[in-house]
């Protein structure tokens, strides 16, 4: 029994390795992403929901003035309006460009199923190790066990 609690041991200190290489190579860019490139683009997302509110504001006071010397001045907002809904909705694209086109999440995600592979692979190996000196015990202790009852 004393190698089964040898194998528990690797088991757990290859455990130990995975979270801590989860931790620095799938968790810290992937937060790093979703904290500045997904930030800056939900950001940028919300300015678009903004300027086509202002623009659509503008519109409608546009249309309330028919005549006089607010009728051009009306134009001007809107126009000016416009054009920031398009200059905001181009950086908004841009910015999820950037999230869609980052090799990162991608990256991190290869390194999170790398470090799962190989605490498996090593977990299995420790178990497969001592699983022949189990059963060898297994089937003397049960022929041992016969033995007596006959």
């Known amino acids: 029994m004393q190698q089964y609690a040898i194998a528990q041991d690797k088991v757990g200190s290859v ?10 190579e ?14 800056a683009a939900m950001k940028a997302r919300a300015n678009v929901k903004s300027a086509r509110l202002s623009l659509d504001a503008a519109r409608s006071r546009n249309k309330a003035i028919m005549t006089g ?10 126009e000016q309006a416009e ?7 181009e950086e ?6 950037a999230c869609l086109e980052s ?16 605490y498996h692979a090593q977990a299995a190996d420790a178990l497969a190790s ?5 059963d060898a015990a297994a089937n003397k202790a049960e022929q041992e066990y016969r033995n007596s009852r006959a």
């Open 15 to 24: 455990r130990l390795e995975q979270d801590q290489t989860i931790s620095r």
């Open 26 to 39: 799938f968790l810290a860019p992937w937060s790093a992403t979703v904290n500045s490139q997904l930030a």
């Open 69 to 78: 010397p607010k009728v051009e001045q009306s134009r001007l907002e809107v």
């Open 83 to 89: 054009e920031k809904l398009v200059s905001v909705t």
């Open 92 to 97: 908004a694209i841009n910015l999820m460009r």
């Open 103 to 118: 090799p990162t999440p991608v990256t991190a995600l290869a390194s999170l199923v790398k470090a799962q592979q190989a």
């Open 130 to 134: 001592i699983q022949r000196e189990l």
